[in-house]
């Protein structure tokens, strides 16, 4: 049997991330059950997490809606306690949005994997296995920051320095 080309495998690995995004998600399903934002809620969130300080017309542009919409959820959102509007300094008409204490929980949970399922996961991994993960790990660790380095030089959505 020959050896798989690089393009072969990339396409194997892309579908193993494919499935273990699955499984992860299913794991999680559970401990996000109680979170009472909507999609675009959670979009929304994830953006002003990225990028502090944005006008609602910024997040109106990025999430791909209109002002009124991108208003309105930006009001739900004030309710709920996840994120705070702020006059802009540079022109009071205008409003910064960022997360409140309670919106960083929400959007740190979104990211968050606990330790204890992590450790399952490759609690089970021969040395050999381990030894390639490392690996393997730190070369996409080294290829998300260098897109994240890359990312950085484009434009950011609008936003008033603090």
Known sequence: MSEAS?????RDILDSF???????????????????VTMPQARCLMLVALYPLMSISALASHLHIGL?????????????????????PNDRRHQLVTLSDGGRALVERFHELPSEQLAELIANLSVEELR???????????EARLVAERTLLTPEPERTPA
Do not use: C, F, K
């Open 6 to 10: 690089a393009d072969d495998l990339r």
């Open 18 to 36: 494919e499935l273990l995004m699955l499984h992860v998600t299913r794991w999680r399903q559970v401990d996000l059950a109680d979170v009472d």
């Open 68 to 88: 009124p919409a991108a208003s309105g959820l930006v009001e739900r959102l004030v309710e709920a306690g996840y994120v705070e509007r702020n006059p802009d």
């Open 132 to 142: 390639g993960l490392r690996l393997g790990v730190a070369a996409i660790e080294r």
